[in-house]
């Protein structure tokens, strides 16, 4: 009985520590705290930026050529309802990339800055960094999480059509 009893604790104890690790790990879009608060934004605003890299032969040899296209948009009340409920509806993974992030050579980058004011202090902005790869970086992790989303950049293209 002591060594059965022994077995149960020490599996209870492995899925216990399974679950814990899978909880750090998977961010549900929900626990993202600033996001509840965009219905309450004064404004919200998101960059485009496109980045296109070539390759050109400059007669001593290789060179890379990049061209930057920015396009902004400030959203409406139905867009900011929409870009909530696509980040609360999805879940993110926390990785260990840390502050730093490689890019693919053609990519869009998304910058989505939101402000708020509560009428009597300094007014307060929010800042969602989204690579090309599907990696945001919010302030409140302080690191990258991966979006466990394939077809996010379609969906935020979708929501900025309607500007």
């Known amino acids: 009985m002591g060594k059965r009893k022994k077995l149960i604790i020490t ?29 309450t934004a004064d404004w919200v605003q998101v960059r485009q930026t496109t980045v296109t890299q070539t390759l050109a032969d400059d007669g001593t040899g290789m060179r890379v050529d990049s061209a930057f296209t920015h396009t902004e948009y400030v959203l409406n009340a139905e867009q900011i309802e929409m870009l909530k409920a696509f980040i609360l509806d999805n879940s993110f993974t926390r990785t260990f990339r840390g502050r ?8 869009n980058r998304f910058t989505i800055t939101a402000g708020f004011s509560d009428g009597v202090g300094p007014s307060s902005v929010l800042y969602i960094d989204i690579a090309s790869n599907g990696y945001f970086m919010l302030d409140q992790f302080r690191s990258w999480i991966r979006i466990n989303n394939p077809d996010w950049e379609a969906e935020i293209l979708k929501i900025l059509e309607f500007s």
């Open 11 to 39: 599996i209870a104890a492995l899925l216990i520590i399974a679950v814990a690790v899978f909880a750090y790990f998977r961010i549900p879009g929900r626990a993202i705290n600033e996001i509840a608060d965009l219905r």
């Open 100 to 107: 730093t992030l490689i890019t693919p050579v053609s990519s």
